[in-house]
Structures are given as C-alpha cells and as structure tokens.
C-alpha cells in the first residue's frame, strides 16, 4: 500500500501528460468530495449541527430529526407514540397538562424506537422531563426491529461517524427536498414546518368518516394486506426489554400510558384473519403488567364506543382525527376510561369482544358491498 501511494504521488508530480491526467482526476475527486461534504453540512438537512438558517425547520424525517428536537427544544412533558399520535397539537397538550410539551408521532415505530426517544430525552433534560404521555399501540409490540438504527449515529454526541452523515444518499435526498419546498411548498405539506402540529402526517381537508374508513378496509382486503400479526419472540421481547424497564428504572417520572383507540373495524380485520383472540389476550397482559407500576396512570379507549364506533373520528381504520385527539386529552385529565384494578382490565376486555363480535356481521356487509373485486375471479 505504502509503495502505491508512493507511486501515485511521484505521478502526480510528474510533469507529463500521464501526470497531468492523474492530478486533474485526484484533484476533482477531492473537489467533488469536499464540496459534497461542504453542501450537506451547510444545508444540514436532518439537523445533525444545527436548525437551519434559509428555511424553516421542518419536522419530518422523525428518526434522523428526532435527536436535535429532543436535545435543542425546551420541554417538561414528551409525548411519545407511534402514527397513532400524529394528530394531537401542541398546544392542545400544554393546555390539558400545564406544561411544555414536545410530540413524537413515529409513524411505523417500534417498542424499541420509542425507549430510544425516552433515553435521549432524559439524558437531555434530566429532572426538568416529568410526565411522559405514552400512546402504547399494540400491534407494534410484535415487531421485531426498530427503524432508528438506520441513524444510530445521530443518536450519540461522537461526530467521529459523521462520514455517514456527510455522504448519505438519504441526506443528499432530503437536502434536494427541502429545497425544492422551500421554492415550491406544497398545500399538503405546509404543515410539516409547524411545530404546533410537530411531526403530524394530516393536513386540514383530508376526509374523515364511513367512505375512507371502508375504502382503507377495501384495500387491506385487495392487496392482502393484515395489521401485525401476533409474534410471541418479539411481543415478549418488547415488553420486557423497552417497555417495562422504561417504568421501572425511572420511578420519579410520572407515565401517562393509553391504549389509543382504533375503529372497531381493526379488530374485526384481524378477527377475519384469526388473530384478534391472541392479540386481545396480550393487550390484557400488557395492562395487568403496568398496573403493577406506581408510576404508572394507565388508560383504556380502545374497547370505548364513544371512539371505535364512530366512523366520523377516523381516517382509516386506525387513525382518528385532531377532534377526537382533544377528547382523548379531556378524557385523560378527568380520568375517564382509567385503569385502576384487574377487574378493570378484564371488564374492558370482555367489552372489546363484544363490541367486535357484534360489529363483524356489519363488517362483512360493507366489505362485500363496497369491494369492486367481488363476483371477479
């Protein structure tokens, strides 16, 4: 190697047209290298030095821009959760808890992204952080990876990887992004740069009600498409490994955990499927585990008529709309739909049978009514 690099610097000295070659290549090489690094770090799309000075932040990219927002912003209450919390507003928050408030909707998330969020935000905010709201899906504590490691280093203050960074396809793709929006913003996008709405994926005008509720269930069924399916390993896992230590390691910090609601529907989807008896089974367990924890206010909407009998609350057969997002909140400080005792848990279980056994009837009219595929082969 050594008399390599000896030979291309006597070549690159040499006075020759082989010479000339070489210095032109390595020289634009480098050129091209540095200039590359020097635009990524001026730009610096997912904030990795700083927020930027010629656009506004944006808030989006969660598991590249979630280190900055959690180290860089004032807060005192982090909220935390899967897609299932992108249409709560901040200001709805601090109004409901008295506090400053900082949201995470990681759509896609895992157990294991979300205790990674808890981490850098208490080791960012040490006592300052008391409350932690917890939207606690249960389909996700059946996966088996987290999304955050493809920006592990964005997670630690060591900048000795930041080649990673420097030279990252996806960096380059978000730079390029950002610019164009910054020349172009688009209606559906605007609200990505408030922090109001924080890491939100709606936007004012998208239809809520009966006809997307049944066109998300339509589609589910074309494309073969199932929520989760139970998985016992990564279940386990999940919960004894991110969600349980995450309580008891941090007894002076009070944990709002909620079960969110989804339309019935999703339960009659994976009842279709023969899955929603294993995985209303592990809901259960999981209450029964964190009723254990004193730290720990526990709440259930997920078998709560008011929510998943309600088409017009929902978008989809899982995400409700910024109204029902404000009652959620109203129902948290005042306690409704608390989880207090065993009998509590298993109450609400029956309750959620029920709800879906008697909504699986109306489930397969409007799934045989409204699917175009019917009748074809």
């Keep these: 190697m050594r008399n390599f690099l000896q030979l291309v610097l006597k070549l690159y000295r040499a006075e020759t047209d082989c010479g000339r070659w070489i210095k032109f290549t390595v020289s634009l090489t480098l050129g091209v290298i540095l200039g590359a690094a020097l635009l990524a770090f001026i730009v610096d799309p997912h904030y990795r030095y700083r927020e930027p000075f010629f656009y506004d932040t944006v808030y989006y990219e969660i598991y590249a821009t979630a280190p900055h927002i959690l180290k860089h912003q004032q807060y005192d209450l982090l909220m935390l959760g899967t897609s299932m919390t992108r249409n709560f507003f901040l200001e709805d928050i601090n109004k409901a808890f008295d506090c400053d408030a900082v949201k995470l909707a990681a759509s896609g998330g895992t157990p294991g992204d979300l205790r990674k969020f808890f981490e850098v935000a208490k080791a960012a905010r040490g006592e300052k952080l008391r409350r932690v709201i917890l939207s606690l899906d249960i389909y996700p504590l059946n996966k088996d990876y987290t999304r955050f490691e493809?920006?592990?280093?964005?997670?630690?203050?060591?900048?000795?990887?930041?080649?990673?960074?420097?030279?990252?396809?996806?960096?380059?793709?978000?730079?390029?992004?950002?610019?164009?929006?910054?020349?172009?913003?688009?209606?559906?996008?605007?609200?990505?740069?408030?922090?109001?709405?924080?890491?939100?994926?709606?936007?004012?005008?998208?239809?809520?009600?009966?006809?997307?509720?049944?066109?998300?269930?339509?589609?589910?069924?074309?494309?073969?498409h199932r929520q989760t399916a139970y998985n016992a390993e990564a279940y386990r896992k999940n919960l004894n490994v991110e969600i349980l230590p995450m309580f008891d390691e941090n007894p002076d910090i009070r944990f709002i955990v909620y079960l969110p609601p989804y339309h019935i529907y999703t339960y009659c989807q994976s009842e279709a499927a023969g899955e929603a008896d294993a995985l209303i089974k592990q809901r259960t367990e999981v209450m029964l585990e964190l009723l254990k924890r004193p730290n720990v206010e526990l709440h259930d909407f997920q078998s709560d008529g008011k929510y998943v009998l309600d088409f017009d609350k929902f978008s989809d057969t899982q995400h409700f709309s910024n109204t029902a997002a404000r009652e959620i909140l109203a129902d948290l400080r005042s306690s409704r739909r608390r989880i207090r005792t065993a009998a509590d848990v298993l109450a609400n279980e029956a309750e959620l049978r029920l709800l879906m056994q008697r909504k699986m009837k109306s489930y397969h009219r409007d799934l045989n009514k409204f699917n175009p595929m019917k009748g074809k082969k």
């Design 150 to 224: 493809e920006f592990s280093y964005m997670y630690r203050d060591d900048h000795r990887e930041d080649y990673r960074y420097l030279f990252s396809r996806k960096t380059f793709s978000n730079m390029i992004y950002l610019i164009k929006r910054k020349q172009r913003p688009k209606r559906h996008r605007r609200h990505q740069s408030d922090r109001n709405r924080m890491f939100a994926t709606e936007y004012d005008g998208k239809p809520y009600g009966f006809n997307p509720v049944i066109s998300d269930v339509v589609h589910n069924v074309m494309i073969n």
